[in-house]
């Protein structure tokens, strides 16, 4: 049967903040600010253990790599649909319907066998060509809006 080792340090660890910042190689503000940011507290004496000191320096490390690979991923999948043409350039296309839309307004108001209201229709019908590219835009976004993500304010219709 093994026999348990011999230690010389207490169970558990606890540390000063002199020491801690030593052991660790920090400067002792630093170390109080990483601390305070925590909101750790330490123990009747004053302590404070090995693993308050370690997730006040290093605590949301792994949440952050985390975020930061979601991002990456994200700027992928958006340049690979760039790449594989499955996205439009919504300034450009605007531009394009801006230009088809003012060649058929003029066409339409030379044209004399129109009446006026028929004029007006469809000019109305051409009008509406940038409210329904911005609808299309909103429904495609993965990207909340006023605070929603697609999906919820999809659910509360």
């Known amino acids: 049967m093994p026999r348990a080792s011999k230690s010389n340090v207490p169970q558990p660890l606890k540390w000063n903040i002199e020491s801690a910042a030593r052991e660790f190689g920090l400067a002792i503000g630093t170390l109080r600010k990483a601390l305070n940011k925590n909101s750790t507290v330490p123990d009747a004496d004053g302590l404070f253990t090995t693993q308050q000191v370690a997730a006040a320096i290093y605590g949301s490390m792994h949440i952050e790599k985390l975020a930061t690979q979601r991002e990456v991923r994200r700027k992928l999948e958006g340049a690979n649909a760039i790449t594989t043409g499955s996205v439009l350039d919504r300034a450009e296309l605007a531009k394009v319907f801006g230009a088809i839309g003012d060649a058929m307004r003029s066409r339409i108001m030379a044209c004399s ?3 006026r209201t028929a ?15 911005q609808e299309v835009a909103d429904r495609q976004t993965r990207l909340p809006r006023n605070g929603k993500r697609l999906e919820e ?3 509360e219709s």
């Open 153 to 155: 304010d999809q659910s």
């Open 119 to 133: 004029k007006e229709d469809i000019l109305h019908n051409l009008s509406t060509i940038p409210l329904a590219l």
């Open 113 to 115: 066998e129109m009446s």
